[in-house]
């Protein structure tokens, strides 16, 4: 009996699993190529099969987020980071004093709620000037900051947030995220 052009094509899942098995066998032997053991520290032991179902997951977390998939295969397996996802940053700068003209030290980040396009997934907070040079206060995440009650600073409700209460800490991480 002949098989017909349909029975060959193969379903999306059947597809997938074929590559998932691609990507797991090359990221496996490209890591024992290079010395690496299959043995784990915990005394567990590496397979096959264990790199396809973390290949599956780790493919459908991105398409799950609406990323591209990083399929890449290195010399000691897999090429690092599975997906990017990206995230936005506002820089919101502290200005001056309305009355000295010097940079404030302190106040609110404040993000207009009529202002959507100025949105952004994480607000970091800069004080100083060119001339006095510029530090990171802190900063936040939209989510944290809309959680908050909104405040009236004489121009209508804002999105507030003293600087005070800002997480503080090395931003280098966002390099990684």
């Not at 490209?30 to 397979?47: E, L, N, T, V, Y």
């Not at 010097?102 to 907070?125: A, F, K, M, T």
């Not at 939209?142 to 804002?158: N, T």
């Amino acid at each position: 009996m002949m098989e017909t052009k349909q029975e060959k094509v193969m379903s999306g899942k059947e597809q997938e699993r074929k590559l998932f098995e691609a990507l797991a066998n090359a990221r496996y032997y490209s890591k024992r190529a290079a010395g690496i053991s299959d043995k784990r520290k915990d005394g567990s032991k590496c397979s096959i099969n264990n790199d396809i179902e973390s290949v599956g997951a780790e493919y459908y977390a991105a398409e799950k987020l609406g990323c591209s998939f990083n399929a890449t295969i290195g010399s000691k397996g897999d090429g690092g980071s599975d997906f990017v996802l990206p995230i936005g940053i506002e820089v919101i700068w502290l200005g001056v004093n309305k009355h000295t003209g010097e940079p404030r030290e302190g106040g609110n980040l404040i993000v207009n709620p009529h202002e959507p396009q100025r949105w952004s997934d994480v607000y970091v907070v800069v004080k100083g000037s060119i001339d006095t040079g510029f530090d990171i206060v802190g900063w936040t995440t939209h989510r944290k900051l809309v959680a908050l009650p909104m405040q009236d600073f004489g121009y209508g409700d804002r999105y507030a947030m003293h600087v005070d209460d800002l997480l503080k800490g090395d931003l280098s991480k966002f390099k990684k995220v």
